[in-house]
């Protein structure tokens, strides 16, 4: 069983590990720096067995919440490992008054994923990933 809990600087090399073994454009590790860094923002992840699994990036700016990133490892996905780092974002920012994120137009299980959560679709953002070129399914959920 695993436990979420803030990311360390510690975690790193095994955050990017994940980060770009799942997406065409990753983050730079200097990215992730900023985001721990950085006061509005939270970075969680999951760990199990000693390893990190998954990892969930939010921004809370005036009670909007904007999800930045989230990864679970490829062979420990559909295991429910990022709704429960989801789950936690709405807990931890329950009196948010919305939740808001952009995810590739050709992600489809990430599309689902956030469906099954309540997101709904608002609509697109064109070109808005650089490498490949493609657009962003903007998807919003009601806080509490």
Excluded: T
């Excluded at 948010?96 to 489809?108: C, D, G, H, M, T």
């Excluded at 608002?122 to 399914?137: C, I, M, T």
């Amino acid at each position: 069983m695993g436990k979420i809990r803030e990311m360390k600087k510690e975690d790193l090399e095994e955050v990017m590990a994940i980060e770009k073994a799942s997406f065409s454009n990753p983050w730079s590790s200097q990215a992730f720096l900023s985001e721990l860094e950085n006061r509005y923002s939270r970075v969680l992840v999951w760990e199990e067995a000693g390893a990190v699994k998954g990892y969930i990036i939010w921004r809370n700016i005036l009670g909007e919440v904007h999800i930045l990133n989230l990864a679970v490892a490829r062979e420990h996905r559909k295991r429910g490992i990022a709704s429960a780092l989801l789950r936690r974002c709405f807990e931890v920012e329950g009196r948010a008054s919305y939740f808001i994120l952009e995810v590739r137009k050709s992600n489809q299980a990430a599309v689902r994923l956030y469906e099954k959560h309540g997101f709904r679709i608002l609509g697109e953002k064109k070109d808005y990933y650089s490498f490949p070129r493609e657009d962003a399914l903007i998807m919003a959920k009601q806080g509490g």
